[in-house]
């Protein structure tokens, strides 16, 4: 993002917010928390990532909201993106298809989660 003209930083001061007394997790991109990246002029949250750890692995994810980032070239980013990862992790980057009967298992994922048993869980 910054070879494109997007000066991105890590937040690396967590705000007090006065309507949160109990210092809970905001809704993804409503406000930037400590370590996010954030778009450095403007404050906005650029990206931000979770992870769980279990007996069976990790599962590490992570978004980026593009509206904060302005405009770039995308198709450069992504490159410049899995180059970098790739070389961090001393791995090969090798694309591998979107398997197709993947769908309908992600739409009985997403249904689960926006029911209401699900939400009032939270």
Do not use: H
């Not at 309507?19 to 990206?47: Q, W």
């Not at 992600?106 to 699900?118: F, K, R, T, V």
Request: proline share 6%; aromatic share 10%; with cysteine.
């Amino acid at each position: 993002m910054q070879q494109q003209g997007c000066e991105a930083a890590i937040k690396e001061v967590c705000d007090p917010d006065p309507n949160c007394s109990d210092n809970r997790p905001t809704v993804c991109f409503e406000k930037p928390e400590l370590f996010d990246v954030i778009n450095a002029s403007t404050g906005a949250k650029i990206a931000g990532a979770a992870q769980k750890r279990s007996k069976r692995g990790l599962l590490f994810q992570g978004s980026i909201w593009r509206p904060t980032v302005g405009e770039i070239d995308w198709m450069e980013f992504e490159t410049t993106f899995v180059e970098k990862i790739a070389e961090l992790l001393r791995e090969d980057a090798n694309e591998t298809p979107w398997p197709d009967s993947w769908d309908e298992s992600i739409d009985a994922l997403a249904e689960s989660y926006a029911s209401e048993e699900w939400i009032e869980r939270r």
